[in-house]
């Protein structure tokens, strides 16, 4: 019912710039709250940001002061402007998105890589 699909991944160096961007479409009326997670290789999937439908936004701390989540009302397009890349933020990054009445994200995108360099 829901469709995600991320763009805008890619290789930057360190201390650069990079938004990624989630077009989302199908019933999206029933969307509670969409995030952004990451995973490096060889490693856990890990909750990054997310956005609520009210619009209230949460992070990671090691992101809190670098990265911004934000959203074309209601759900149409979800961002993720990453400032002051550092190497260890590469990974492959997903969208996600939370219905009223389930237990965890239960949408998902297919993932974009980004690489940070130096």
């Known amino acids: 019912q829901v469709q995600l699909v991320e763009s805008g991944g890619g290789l930057v160096q360190a201390g650069g710039s990079l938004t990624l961007s989630c077009a989302a479409s199908?019933?999206?009326?029933?969307?509670?709250?969409m995030a952004w997670y990451r995973q490096a290789p060889g490693k856990q999937r890990d909750w990054v940001a997310h956005i609520t439908r009210e619009g209230t936004t949460n992070y990671l701390d090691s992101v809190k002061d670098r990265f911004t989540i934000s959203r074309d009302n209601p759900w149409n397009t979800v961002y993720l402007r990453m400032d002051s890349l550092k190497p260890d933020d590469t990974a492959v990054y997903y969208c996600a998105a939370l219905d009223y009445g389930a237990p965890d994200y239960n949408y998902w995108g297919q993932g974009t890589q980004v690489t940070v360099s130096s």
């Open positions: 199908g019933r999206l009326f029933n969307i509670r709250a």
